[in-house]
């Protein structure tokens, strides 16, 4: 990318387990403070893995207005919301600094389940005589719920809020694709300024996989039972991984023309130098084969116009399965051979759709700060792992570029190029 169109990361903002903001999310990261604690938000009691990355200092009062939105925003709206509120505020974005016409939205999002305590009252009424009465549940429910209840669950409706709060009338986009959304949307929002159909995006993603109906919905096999040292329970490629651990947390970036961000005196955080998915077939139960993630890592480098050699770090889906970890590090390894790799997941765990862009947000303060995170955990490499781990500690002395990944069960995966500010 070049000239007026080249897109520049302006703006950052974290929502984490390791803190809300982007200082004390990075104080934590390069400290390998983990994120991972005993659920609190609801009686945990009763599951076999009752810990994950819960945020336990998040009040939504606190960020979201106005006040009474939060009647239709669910957690992950809110720390949605949240995160692209934070970035626009880094990024120094003020009333009359952009063209409303000319500044958009596009955020991931996982699927959002409804509060069991919403649906409560219902479902026991319809449970007549012991047994449960669909009908009495389909004349009830319209009753019990809120008018305006299927607001706080459309996945679309992060990026209309903060739309409407940052009065962002430009392109404005929501992509539910799993692990890989939030990469995603940034290579949208990216591509939207490419185009020149805007000249600034906030680009987000969300998730909470710790509420309850997405626990039961996922269910429990490929989590860790590490329940006794929780805060060991992640580790990406390390030999003795037994599963990855849930979490919740949101991040935003606001991606800018370069041309756009020089005239307004705007502080350039990064580079984005290319954005790229590409996708395996992977159903019916057929494993994955790794050749989506290759194709991606390829493909970004390509348009990057860089080779392998060029890579100062990558930043990992490392979600901690044995399988996965398997499929990554062997693509990771055939493409870019011997590259330091690190995995910020072992210290926040699994963030849904959110973990995409606050991983991203991991490495541009990498770059800036010339210190790429240590992955927590990481003691007994895998050989089945071939992937040079960055561990004990974080590390100094690479290259002020980065590559950072997601992929997914399904076959998407995603790779986003980007580079220190010049």
Not at 79 to 96: E, I, P, S
Not at 119 to 143: P, V
Request: proline share 5%; with cysteine.
């Amino acid at each position: 990318m070049s000239g007026s169109h080249e897109v520049v990361i302006t703006g950052m903002g974290v929502v984490s387990p390791i803190g809300i903001g982007c200082a004390p999310f990075w104080d934590s990261l390069l400290a390998g403070r983990s994120g991972i604690r005993p659920i609190t938000r609801f009686d945990s009691s009763s599951l076999k893995v009752p810990f994950g990355g819960e945020i336990s200092d998040f009040d939504p009062k606190l960020w979201v207005r106005p006040r009474k939105s939060l009647k239709v925003m669910s957690r992950e709206i809110q720390f949605g919301f949240t995160a692209a509120d934070l970035a626009r505020t880094d990024a120094g974005l003020t009333a009359g600094s952009v063209d409303p016409d000319r500044c958009g939205v596009v955020f991931g999002s996982d699927m959002i389940y409804a509060d069991l305590e919403e649906m409560e009252r219902t479902y026991r009424r319809a449970l007549a005589g012991g047994h449960f009465d669909f009908a009495i549940w389909s004349a009830s429910i319209h009753e019990d719920l809120h008018p305006l209840w299927l607001l706080k669950h459309l996945p679309n409706m992060t990026a209309s809020h903060i739309a409407i709060a940052h009065d962002a009338r430009g392109p404005n986009n929501s992509i539910v694709l799993s692990d890989v959304s939030g990469l995603l949307a940034v290579a949208e929002a990216a591509s939207v300024i490419e185009r020149g159909w805007a000249d600034v995006m906030l680009a987000g993603g969300t998730g909470c996989r710790l509420h309850p109906a997405a626990l039961a919905a996922r269910g429990d096999a490929l989590l860790s039972r590490r329940a006794d040292a929780c805060t060991h329970a992640c580790r990406p490629f390390d030999r003795d991984r037994d599963g990855l651990v849930n979490g919740e947390g949101a991040g935003t970036l606001v991606l800018e023309s370069r041309q756009h961000a020089e005239a307004r005196g705007a502080r350039i955080r990064g580079r984005l130098l290319s954005a790229v998915s590409r996708c395996e077939p992977a159903a019916g139960g057929r494993p994955l084969a790794g050749t989506a993630l290759r194709m991606a890592i390829r493909a970004a480098l390509a348009k990057a116009a860089m080779t392998p050699q060029h890579i100062g770090h990558v930043n990992a889906h490392g979600v901690s399965t044995v399988e996965m970890d398997r499929v990554e590090a062997e693509a990771i390894a055939a493409e870019l051979g011997d590259v330091p790799v690190t995995a910020p997941k072992s210290v926040f765990g699994h963030l849904g759709a959110g973990g995409g862009t606050v991983e991203l947000i991991a490495s541009v303060l990498a770059l800036e700060t010339g210190l790429v995170p240590a992955t927590l955990n990481y003691e007994s490499p895998d050989p089945r792992c071939p992937v040079n781990v960055i561990h004990d500690g974080p590390r100094s002395g690479l290259l002020p570029t980065a590559l950072a990944v997601n992929l997914c069960s399904t076959g998407q995966a995603a790779a986003v190029v980007i580079a220190a500010a010049d």
